[in-house]
């Protein structure tokens, strides 16, 4: 069975930091480009970052770079996001997702596999 599922969200107050865990089963981990994206009450879902099938290489959406950082273990079939200097802009349910395709990035309907979320509340 396909399975993604996020831990690590909370409450952290503003410039604190957080990291989020991706864990995944019932599949080839490592053959898959894996994407964080967001989604804060009454908006829709954004790219927040993707990272290649190999960790060499990542992406982020101009709101989070400098802040954000993803990873990937796939020996342990789980990918991650360190989130540091976080902002009350940045409470949202956090998603990850699994790209099959080498072309995935910011577009949601590339991905194929979705987590149920994690929320994420920066108090100020």
């Known amino acids: 069975q396909v399975q993604l599922v996020e831990s690590g969200g909370g409450l952290v107050q503003a410039g604190g930091s957080l990291r989020l865990s991706c864990a995944a089963s019932?599949?080839?981990?490592?053959?898959?480009?894996m994407g964080w994206f967001r989604q804060a009450p009454g908006k829709e879902r954004e790219f927040v970052g993707v990272i290649s099938r190999n960790g060499g290489s990542t992406s982020y959406a101009d709101a989070v770079k400098g802040r954000f950082t993803i990873s990937r273990d796939n020996a342990k079939n789980t990918a991650y996001l360190q989130m540091n200097s976080l902002k009350p802009e940045d409470t949202a349910v956090y998603y990850c997702a699994a790209a099959a395709s080498l072309l995935a990035n910011t577009d949601r309907n590339d991905y194929n596999y979705w987590g149920r979320g994690t929320q994420v509340t920066v108090s100020s």
């Open positions: 019932g599949w080839t981990f490592s053959r898959y480009r």
